[in-house]
């Protein structure tokens, strides 16, 4: 498995960042997880079946795209997008479940158990039981469910079972919560999917390792475009996975600066956004250390921004690492930013990003300009736009 980057040391810390903060029985199957994965991590008939079925059936490599177009307007840096809307299932998320799924079934598991907020996870998961013929259970708030009816339906479509969650604020935070009940009571035969590069030990690694893919790849493409690696990385950040895949290869190249969107939402002034690493403070959340937005008691705060999967209240250690130590910078773009980039991303070059993508474009159109035309700009195309098209079209009317 990919093996460029830093390891946490045996706690699961990057730096201060990081570990394992959840109650005993959890702790011993997390234990269990963690010895596995570390086994298989250099075990080369399990990669050897994580890349088979990265190239044939999720579609990859997926294409570096020279959006010459976006480059000639902008009149700066040249621009490519690591295209992973070309993935089987539409975004990044594959890659993770995939190899997820090939732990559990060498764990022995028969049972797969997900959260999932906006339901892009959880279908994500759902693709990769039906590929292995799993049980697979997700577990999403009441309210979610209301506002993602298609996806939950996707998901019943692919053999999942949803398990509407009722407790608390109906959303993300409670069905991790009832997903971790589950786990607790059914750890001999279930395993828990985790949907990005966050949660206790070992599921960041895990998560960061599966998608490394995403930079592996592109190191490969732009070497052979250019000659050269690129002077920019920029991806979105929710908890932190498209990011991190793409970034943490290009770790020990110094001179491959990374920078992270997060979403700005109406304005950092205002309660509604989820600029973790931005305005939040060191905190723990969900199990593990990393930059949260919380209230004096600690408890997260309620977050917002109009890509659904970028309202996280925390987000990775590796990145609250990266942040702390300068290695990334992170940045933010308004809802009305990305909004205007998803529109100009689908007109410039006939490409709908979604919403989540549509920061980091937002953020290349702001930098590119900035730079002399022999910078090379690479940005993480992390899933594509139908999903959104709905909502985008409900907001652009409400406005003209
Ligand atoms: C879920 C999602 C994200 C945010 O998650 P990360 O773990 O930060 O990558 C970004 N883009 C798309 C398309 C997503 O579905």
């Given at each position: 498995?990919y093996?460029?980057?830093?390891?946490?040391?045996k706690?699961?810390?990057?730096?201060?960042?990081?570990?394992?903060?959840?109650?005993?029985?959890?702790?011993?199957?997390?234990?269990?997880v963690?010895?596995?994965?570390?086994?298989?991590?250099?075990?080369?008939?399990?990669?050897?079946?994580?890349?088979?079925?990265?190239?044939?059936?999720?579609?990859?490599?997926?294409?570096?795209?020279?959006?010459?177009?976006?480059?000639?307007?902008?009149?700066?840096?040249?621009?490519?997008?690591?295209?992973?809307?070309?993935?089987h299932?539409?975004?990044?998320?594959?890659?993770?479940?995939?190899?997820?799924?090939?732990?559990?079934?060498r764990?022995?598991?028969?049972?797969?158990?997900?959260?999932?907020?906006?339901?892009?996870?959880?279908?994500?998961?759902?693709?990769?039981?039906?590929?292995?013929?799993?049980?697979?259970?997700?577990?999403?708030?009441?309210?979610?469910?209301?506002?993602?009816?298609?996806?939950?339906?996707?998901?019943?479509l692919?053999?999942?079972k949803?398990?509407?969650?009722t407790?608390?604020?109906?959303?993300?935070?409670?069905?991790?919560?009832?997903?971790?009940?589950?786990?607790?009571?059914?750890?001999?035969?279930?395993?828990?999917?985790l949907?990005?590069?966050?949660?206790?030990?070992?599921?960041?690694?895990?998560?960061?390792?599966?998608?490394?893919?995403?930079?592996?790849?592109?190191?490969?493409?732009?070497?052979?475009?250019?000659?050269?690696?690129?002077?920019?990385?920029?991806?979105?950040?929710?908890?932190?996975?498209?990011?991190?895949?793409?970034?943490?290869?290009?770790?020990?190249?110094?001179?491959?600066?990374?920078?992270?969107?997060?979403?700005?939402?109406?304005?950092?002034?205002?309660?509604?956004?989820?600029?973790?690493?931005?305005?939040?403070?060191?905190?723990?959340?969900?199990?593990?250390?990393?930059?949260?937005?919380?209230?004096?008691?600690?408890?997260?705060?309620?977050?917002?921004?109009?890509?659904?999967?970028?309202?996280?209240p925390?987000?990775?250690?590796?990145?609250?690492?990266?942040?702390?130590?300068?290695?990334?910078?992170?940045?933010?773009?308004?809802?009305?930013?990305?909004?205007?980039?998803?529109?100009?991303?689908?007109?410039?070059?006939?490409?709908?990003?979604?919403?989540?993508?549509?920061h980091?474009?937002?953020?290349?159109?702001?930098?590119?300009?900035?730079?002399?035309?022999?910078?090379?700009i690479?940005?993480?195309?992390?899933?594509r736009?139908?999903?959104?098209?709905?909502?985008?079209?409900?907001?652009?009317?409400?406005?003209?």
């Amino acid at each position: 498995m990919y093996q460029a980057s830093t390891l946490p040391d045996k706690q699961g810390y990057f730096g201060e960042f990081g570990g394992s903060f959840v109650p005993p029985n959890l702790q011993e199957v997390l234990d269990d997880v963690a010895r596995a994965y570390l086994e298989y991590r250099n075990d080369p008939e399990f990669e050897r079946e994580f890349r088979d079925l990265l190239q044939n059936y999720v579609g990859r490599p997926s294409i570096l795209y020279y959006a010459k177009r976006l480059t000639e307007k902008l009149g700066g840096a040249k621009i490519y997008l690591k295209r992973e809307d070309l993935n089987h299932t539409g975004a990044h998320k594959i890659n993770n479940t995939i190899g997820q799924v090939l732990l559990a079934k060498r764990l022995g598991k028969k049972r797969v158990i997900a959260e999932t907020g906006a339901g892009q996870h959880g279908v994500a998961t759902a693709t990769a039981c039906a590929l292995f013929g799993m049980e697979c259970i997700i577990y999403m708030g009441e309210e979610d469910i209301k506002r993602q009816a298609l996806n939950v339906f996707r998901m019943e479509l692919l053999g999942a079972k949803v398990i509407p969650v009722t407790s608390g604020t109906k959303t993300l935070k409670d069905a991790v919560d009832q997903a971790l009940n589950d786990l607790i009571e059914n750890y001999k035969t279930t395993y828990y999917m985790l949907g990005s590069a966050v949660g206790p030990h070992p599921y960041p690694l895990m998560v960061r390792d599966f998608q490394s893919v995403i930079g592996e790849e592109t190191k490969t493409q732009i070497t052979k475009a250019e000659g050269r690696l690129p002077d920019y990385l920029i991806a979105c950040v929710g908890g932190g996975s498209n990011a991190i895949g793409l970034f943490a290869p290009y770790y020990k190249d110094r001179d491959v600066k990374f920078i992270g969107v997060e979403p700005g939402g109406k304005g950092l002034e205002t309660p509604f956004h989820a600029a973790t690493l931005t305005k939040g403070k060191k905190g723990q959340i969900h199990g593990f250390k990393c930059y949260s937005l919380e209230d004096e008691k600690g408890e997260p705060l309620p977050v917002y921004s109009i890509a659904a999967g970028l309202d996280y209240p925390g987000v990775g250690p590796e990145h609250s690492f990266y942040k702390e130590t300068g290695r990334a910078e992170y940045v933010t773009v308004t809802d009305d930013e990305a909004l205007a980039a998803f529109q100009e991303l689908s007109k410039i070059e006939g490409i709908i990003p979604a919403l989540e993508s549509a920061h980091a474009i937002a953020y290349t159109i702001k930098l590119a300009p900035t730079l002399p035309q022999d910078q090379l700009i690479i940005v993480n195309l992390s899933g594509r736009g139908d999903k959104d098209v709905n909502q985008v079209a409900e907001i652009l009317r409400g406005k003209f």
